[in-house]
């Protein structure tokens, strides 16, 4: 995540509110250290030194929890602050629970590196640059597999002929099962072998092939697919976006939002009055990119409607409304020339349970201005937002990125929490197309749904036995992002 010019509490609104980059359901607010001295932390060899350690930087965390955490009047009146920083930050945290705490937090969380939480958030990290889908093997058995979602191109992964669909049964010659995946795939690996298997009758079967890819630090490019699809008088933009960034890790423009524009100038230099909007592997973002993307969508929308509305905590609330007004608390659309709205009657979503934050942004903040329809499976149910707080001293390394505030649409709307049920429910099958091939399966679904050759609103249900046990996009940067850097605010 990159930096901003560091702006007083006191200090115009015009100032700086407006360039501040809203981002939803992980709204990074690089609040570096929010003008919350700290000591140094030395190395430490004793036990008394090592918890001294540890209490000058979960005082750090403490004291911001307290002022911005969305949940801060439940945080703990005493907490220990012997812990290891990591474990104070989950204990006093107001954790979710299905009965007890429904409302409490699922998404709040801490890193030890500041630097990689902010390199992540903008897209940045060492990896193969492919995501895939964990499946047990069979029903009851403990072995897994890994689908191969997408592949970045110019990626250690592309570079060894990977590609979506893969299946990768065996990591380094260890068959890969629900006991070992998390240290096989995500441990600290800098080559893998991965061993690939078939689909073939309804069972997975080992092949001799083996894919040898050595991981690199890379920059994913968000903007991962568009195109037109001309169905008689229809003409239909499809565009693939896998995370809301600006621009890559360092840059303070908007590269990548500025691609997303030229696309729809295309999209609207060719006339297309239908949209099919592919977030189905997209966890979320900068909420400055998702008000981008939505100003070009919108119909009728420009820079004089509210797009989406926050709510913090108590003790801020008021400070805030004092110092900017209320309309720190609202994000406009913007006014862009290449807006296809007015051509539109209707958006689709393509949706997955790794879907969230700002995608779930999108589909809520259009809902007031024209129809969307979701196609897939059920979202995350992100509605709401976090800050990036690190220290500006450079002394305490950690980042925390809390939740700090709940969205809503123009209407009051946030009921979304447990997700966004598809208007047309269809799964991903264990054989995949390509994206964007008209016969992949929720892009199908979408052309059906546009043209009128789909029967029912549940035809594109999969049959796919195989069960889901997680996915390498639910750890990226947290896993659900909804994040808005603001300038540091000095309380």
Same mark, same amino acid.
């Given at each position: &995540?990159?930096?901003?010019?560091?702006?007083?509490?006191?200090?115009? #609104?015009?100032?700086?509110?407006?360039?501040?980059?809203?981002?939803?359901?992980?709204?990074?607010?690089?609040?570096?250290?929010?003008?919350?001295? @700290?000591?140094?932390?030395?190395?430490?060899?004793?036990?008394?030194?090592?918890?001294?350690?540890?209490?000058?930087?979960?005082?750090?965390? =403490?004291?911001? &929890?307290?002022?911005?955490?969305?949940?801060?009047?439940?945080?703990?009146?005493?907490?220990?602050?012997?812990?290891?920083?990591?474990?104070?930050?989950?204990?006093?945290?107001?954790?979710?629970?299905?009965?007890?705490?429904?409302?409490?937090?699922?998404?709040?969380?801490?890193?030890?590196?500041?630097?990689?939480?902010?390199?992540? =958030?903008?897209?940045?990290?060492?990896?193969?640059?492919?995501?895939?889908? =964990?499946?047990?093997?069979?029903?009851?058995?403990?072995?897994?597999?890994?689908?191969?979602?997408?592949?970045?191109?110019?990626?250690?992964?592309?570079?060894?002929?990977?590609?979506?669909?893969?299946?990768?049964?065996?990591?380094?010659?260890?068959?890969?099962?629900?006991?070992?995946?998390?240290?096989?795939?995500?441990?600290?690996?800098?080559?893998?072998?991965?061993?690939?298997?078939?689909?073939?009758?309804?069972?997975?079967?080992?092949?001799?092939?083996? !894919?040898?890819?050595?991981?690199?630090?890379?920059? $994913?490019?968000?903007?991962?697919?568009?195109?037109?699809?001309?169905?008689?008088?229809?003409?239909?933009?499809?565009?693939?976006?896998?995370?809301?960034?600006?621009?890559?890790?360092?840059?303070?423009?908007? $590269?990548?939002?500025?691609?997303?524009?030229?696309?729809?100038?295309?999209?609207?230099?060719?006339?297309?009055? $239908?949209?099919?909007?592919?977030?189905?592997?997209?966890?979320?973002?900068?909420?400055?990119?998702? @008000?981008?993307?939505?100003?070009?969508?919108?119909?009728?929308?420009?820079?004089?409607?509210?797009?989406?509305?926050?709510?913090?905590?108590?003790? =801020?609330?008021?400070?805030?409304?004092?110092?900017?007004?209320?309309?720190?608390?609202?994000?406009?659309?913007?006014?862009?020339?290449?807006?296809?709205?007015?051509?539109?009657?209707?958006?689709?979503?393509?949706?997955?349970?790794?879907?969230?934050?700002?995608?779930?942004?999108?589909?809520?903040?259009?809902?007031?201005?024209?129809?969307?329809?979701?196609?897939?499976?059920?979202?995350?149910? !992100?509605?709401?937002?976090? #800050?990036?707080?690190?220290?500006?001293?450079?002394?305490?390394?950690?980042?925390?990125?809390? #939740?700090?505030?709940?969205?809503?649409?123009?209407?009051?709307?946030?009921?979304?929490?447990?997700?966004?049920?598809?208007?047309?429910?269809?799964?991903?099958?264990?054989?995949?197309?390509?994206?964007?091939?008209?016969?992949?399966?929720?892009?199908?679904?979408?052309?059906?749904?546009?043209?009128?050759?789909?029967?029912?609103?549940?035809?594109?249900?999969?049959?796919?036995?195989?069960?889901?046990?997680?996915?390498?996009?639910?750890? !990226?940067?947290?896993?659900?992002?909804?994040?808005?850097?603001?300038?540091?605010?000095?309380?």
């Amino acid at each position: &995540m990159r930096s901003y010019p560091i702006i007083n509490v006191s200090a115009d #609104i015009s100032a700086w509110q407006k360039p501040v980059l809203w981002m939803l359901a992980s709204f990074t607010c690089l609040l570096s250290s929010c003008n919350k001295p @700290a000591d140094e932390v030395a190395p430490q060899t004793t036990t008394t030194s090592v918890s001294n350690a540890n209490s000058t930087v979960d005082n750090w965390i =403490l004291e911001n &929890m307290r002022d911005y955490y969305y949940w801060n009047d439940k945080i703990p009146a005493n907490p220990d602050t012997t812990l290891a920083p990591s474990d104070f930050f989950d204990s006093i945290l107001y954790a979710y629970d299905a009965t007890l705490r429904p409302d409490g937090d699922r998404f709040s969380w801490i890193e030890e590196s500041a630097d990689q939480l902010a390199a992540e =958030l903008s897209g940045e990290s060492k990896t193969t640059g492919m995501e895939f889908t =964990l499946y047990l093997r069979s029903s009851g058995s403990s072995d897994v597999i890994a689908q191969v979602l997408y592949v970045l191109p110019g990626s250690p992964a592309a570079t060894a002929g990977l590609k979506r669909g893969d299946i990768i049964s065996k990591v380094n010659g260890q068959g890969i099962t629900v006991s070992n995946y998390a240290s096989l795939l995500f441990g600290d690996i800098s080559t893998y072998t991965f061993g690939l298997a078939q689909y073939s009758n309804q069972t997975i079967v080992d092949t001799d092939v083996t !894919k040898t890819v050595t991981t690199a630090v890379f920059q $994913e490019n968000p903007v991962f697919l568009d195109s037109i699809y001309t169905v008689g008088s229809k003409k239909i933009g499809y565009l693939v976006y896998n995370q809301f960034v600006p621009a890559p890790n360092g840059s303070e423009g908007s $590269e990548y939002d500025n691609q997303v524009d030229a696309i729809f100038s295309k999209f609207k230099a060719a006339g297309v009055n $239908e949209m099919v909007l592919d977030l189905r592997y997209n966890p979320g973002g900068y909420t400055s990119s998702s @008000a981008n993307l939505a100003s070009l969508l919108g119909k009728g929308v420009d820079a004089s409607k509210t797009y989406f509305k926050e709510s913090w905590n108590a003790t =801020l609330t008021p400070y805030l409304t004092k110092q900017y007004g209320s309309d720190f608390f609202i994000q406009k659309f913007s006014t862009k020339a290449q807006n296809i709205g007015a051509n539109l009657s209707r958006l689709y979503v393509l949706t997955t349970d790794m879907t969230a934050s700002s995608s779930e942004l999108i589909i809520n903040g259009l809902r007031p201005y024209m129809t969307v329809n979701t196609i897939g499976t059920k979202t995350v149910g !992100k509605n709401v937002g976090s #800050i990036t707080i690190t220290d500006d001293s450079g002394k305490i390394k950690w980042g925390i990125q809390p #939740i700090v505030f709940k969205s809503f649409n123009s209407l009051g709307q946030s009921d979304y929490s447990s997700g966004f049920t598809p208007t047309v429910e269809v799964e991903e099958p264990i054989s995949l197309y390509p994206l964007g091939d008209t016969r992949e399966a929720l892009l199908n679904v979408a052309l059906s749904q546009i043209t009128g050759s789909a029967a029912s609103a549940r035809q594109g249900i999969s049959a796919n036995s195989f069960k889901m046990v997680g996915s390498s996009i639910q750890r !990226k940067a947290g896993g659900s992002q909804m994040f808005k850097p603001i300038k540091k605010l000095n309380l």
